[in-house]
């Protein structure tokens, strides 16, 4: 089944990124699908069965977002209010002492994750109505911060540590592709629409990204993902 492939496909990734080592400026290194795994695989679990027509795709995980739920764009809301999903969620080993993991007792808000979902909820009403023909995941799975706790993005490794990283990531992305057989892959932003064109040999579009430091998503990020998805022709 497309679940149990995906699921394994997971457990794969999860421990094959665990031996890698990073320099600094990271000092600490969050890996989600380890300590907060049971909120992931319900995630999986719930919504990975059977082919999807659009698969999204973003870079990896948010200090607020994957990084509390252990699902792709986490905002505590979505996850627990739209997707259902109430499991118990650990802490890495290394934590931050500015980022602590306290899952989805967690206040701090995934503005990225209250725009993605938000706006699928408002299209499609129900998860599942979204679930039927969508998916949505993470190319890189782990989380870096700096010693401030400032969070620093896998494109912005060495190129050493990016080149190990990121071929354990292709290999995962090009086995959830074989898993879904979609037809459209929407990169969420740049660095996720140019790693996928690498990768998939899928048609590949990119959306704007939901990001509040992204000045442009500021300013009806909605509309404009709307539009541009309409334009594709990936959205009637």
Known sequence: MPR???L????RLRKAVEPLGFAKPVTHVYNP????????????RRFGAGRRRILFLGMNPGP????????????????RDWLRIDAAIGKPPNEHPKRRVTGLACSRNEISGERLWGLFARRFGQAEDFFREHFVMNYCPLVFLESSGRNR??????????AALFALCD?????????????????????????????????????????PANPAANVDWAGTVMAQLRGYGVWP
Request: hydrophobic share 50%; no cysteine; aromatic share 8%.
């Open 4 to 6: 149990d492939s995906l």
């Open 8 to 11: 394994a496909a997971a457990a």
């Open 33 to 44: 699908l380890v300590y907060a795994w049971s909120a992931h695989e319900s995630y999986l």
């Open 64 to 79: 607020f977002g994957m990084a509390q739920t252990g699902v792709p764009f986490g905002q505590v809301t979505a996850v």
């Open 153 to 162: 993005t896998p494109d912005k490794l060495p190129a050493a540590e990016r």
């Open 171 to 211: 290999e995962h992305l090009r086995a959830v592709v074989r898993i879904l057989r979609p037809d459209w892959l929407v990169g969420i932003g740049r660095f996720a629409s140019r790693q996928a064109e690498a990768v998939t040999g899928l048609r590949v579009v990119r959306i704007l990204h939901p990001s």
